[in-house]
């Protein structure tokens, strides 16, 4: 069973088709990219995966539980976690309580023990400290921890919104150009962590990305989206060759 499969997904907004009979497939702990021309679709796509827009025809199924009846959190609870093209952070609190906040659902004390500041409490916020410090470290935020997320340089904010996702313990990443934004220098070490990350928890990544360096350098499989419709799937080499891709997009 597939980890994440759409079949025949169709959504219209009035007469713009924005995602037309699309079908992809993931599994388990694949890193897959997902390119096409501003406007194709890709983060209207995202938004049917976690059930922000319900379809106009066709299904999601994440580990074989159609979604079309769950809401978003119900459908984020399946396993599935995300970033966004415009980062959402909560900006005045701190970057420890940003990721603190993505691990509190795992949290065991309960709201009297937490109102009452009992020892559980304690132990449970050291152990969260320690597990959201773990995600930080991850991605070389943990020396600005203390900080407000709000006032992080934008290529840290962004490496924090991926932390907050992984925190959720998702099975499925989807990650919106992680990389917009980034220098060079920025680009190539996210590139070594997104690969990291993949490795180290063993999940499954769906990463839309304009950075054709950072697709065709870590994604195993590519899905390119043109006016709504997948036109073209394979390999980074198989893609990087496909006259209709090189037309649509990579020829641009
Ligand atoms: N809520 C909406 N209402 C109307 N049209 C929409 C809506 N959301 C997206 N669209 C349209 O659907 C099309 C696809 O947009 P989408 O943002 O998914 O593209 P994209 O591939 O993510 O582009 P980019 O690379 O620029 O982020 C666009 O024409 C957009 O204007």
New binding site residues.
């Given amino acids: 069973m597939s980890l994440l499969e759409t079949k025949n997904l169709c959504i219209s907004?009035?007469g713009?088709k924005?995602v037309d009979d699309v079908n992809i497939e993931l599994n388990d702990r694949e890193l897959i990219g997902l390119i096409?021309?501003?406007?194709?679709?890709?983060?209207?796509?995202f938004?049917l995966l976690t059930g922000v827009?319900k379809p106009t025809s066709g299904s999601v199924n994440v580990n074989g539980i159609d979604t079309e009846k769950l809401s978003t959190p119900q459908i984020i609870n399946l396993g599935l976690a995300r970033t966004f093209?415009n980062i959402r952070l909560f900006k005045n609190l701190s970057v420890l309580d940003n990721v603190k906040l993505a691990l509190d659902s795992n949290l065991k004390y309960s709201v009297v023990t937490a109102t009452l500041r009992l020892p559980k409490y304690w132990r449970e916020e050291k152990s969260a400290d320690e597990r959201a410090l773990d995600f930080l470290k991850i991605f070389d935020l943990d020396k600005v921890s203390d900080l407000l997320a709000g006032n992080l340089p934008y290529g840290q904010q962004r490496k924090l919104e991926i932390a907050r996702a992984l925190a959720t313990n998702p099975k499925l990443l989807l990650l919106d150009?992680p990389a917009a934004g980034m220098n060079p220098q920025e680009t190539k070490e996210l590139m070594e962590t997104i690969q990291l990350i993949r490795d180290k928890f063993e999940i499954a990544i769906l990463l839309?990305e304009?950075d054709m360096d950072l697709v065709m350098g870590i994604c195993e499989r590519l899905y390119v989206?043109n006016f709504?419709k997948i036109i073209a799937q394979g390999t980074p080499v198989e893609i990087q060759n496909n006259p209709e891709v090189i037309t649509a997009y990579l020829g641009e």
């Fill in positions: 907004f009035g713009l924005a096409g021309p501003n406007g194709a679709g890709k983060t209207t796509l938004n827009y093209q150009e839309i304009h989206l709504g």
